[in-house]
């Protein structure tokens, strides 16, 4: 696709996806299989480990972006969205 068109991935992204805040017993379920499991988030380990593998999807993510030559966008949830578009676009602007 990015060899035929200009193709820009705009991540939509909440940063609280990307740590388990320390509440206590949790029970999460994976929404493919339904399988559901207990974690107590106020362990560090458990809290340590949520961050490192939702780091690792992320980077796994901007890795296919990559190699697929794709630019990317990033929005958080709690930002404005105007602001990462036009920064974006002004610096392609400039690059070319």
């Known amino acids: 696709l990015a060899n035929k068109h200009d193709t820009i991935a705009v991540h939509l992204h909440d940063p609280r996806e990307e740590h388990l805040p320390s509440v206590g017993l949790l029970e999460l379920t994976d929404a493919e299989t339904g399988e559901s499991i207990l974690v107590d988030s106020r362990s560090s380990r458990v809290r340590n480990r949520y961050a490192e593998n ?24 709690e930002e404005d969205i105007v602001e990462p578009l036009v920064k974006f676009f002004r610096t392609r602007n400039k690059s070319r």
């Open 54 to 77: 939702a780091a690792k999807r992320l980077q796994g993510l901007y890795s296919i972006f990559k190699r697929a030559r794709v630019d990317t966008i990033n929005i958080k949830t």
